[in-house]
């Protein structure tokens, strides 16, 4: 089995500037890596090719999370370090995390995350 995924859209207010998010988030991403079975990161724009018309919200941006620890032990190691919710992680910052101060715009943003368990090895186009 390959290592899961743990994958986090999330779109920002129109009036927010991208470099703007894009510094808070790469100063926010040593906290979440910071957690037991987070691997890695990866960060991407997203640029619609196939779009929902129906779909509620529409997401500007991906986070990829490699992991090699199962969703509940993830989830509770979150929970732990408040860095599960918007209102756990903002109650962190309240009580003087030393990471990166929430910006002004923090309830505005939005964030939807899912895990992303893996059903076999990684299949490539040469077979390798």
């Known amino acids: 089995m390959g290592r899961n995924l743990q994958i986090v859209f ?15 988030y790469d100063a926010h991403l040593p906290e979440i890596l910071s957690i037991p079975g987070f691997v890695s990161a990866q960060r991407y724009r997203l640029e619609p090719v196939v779009v929902d018309e129906d779909a509620a919200v529409r997401y500007g941006y991906l986070a990829v999370y490699e992991v090699d620890s199962d969703p509940e032990s993830l989830r509770a190691a979150m929970e732990e370090r408040r860095l599960g919710t918007r209102d756990s992680y903002a109650e962190r910052k309240a009580a003087g995390d030393d990471g990166p101060e929430l910006p002004a715009w923090w309830d505005e943003v939005r964030f939807a995350s899912w895990n992303c368990l893996s059903l076999g090895e990684r299949v490539t186009k040469d077979g390798a």
């Not at 999330?10 to 808070?24: C, K, L, M, T, Y």
């Open 10 to 24: 999330s779109r920002i207010p129109d009036h927010v500037d991208e470099a703007e998010f894009d510094a808070w």
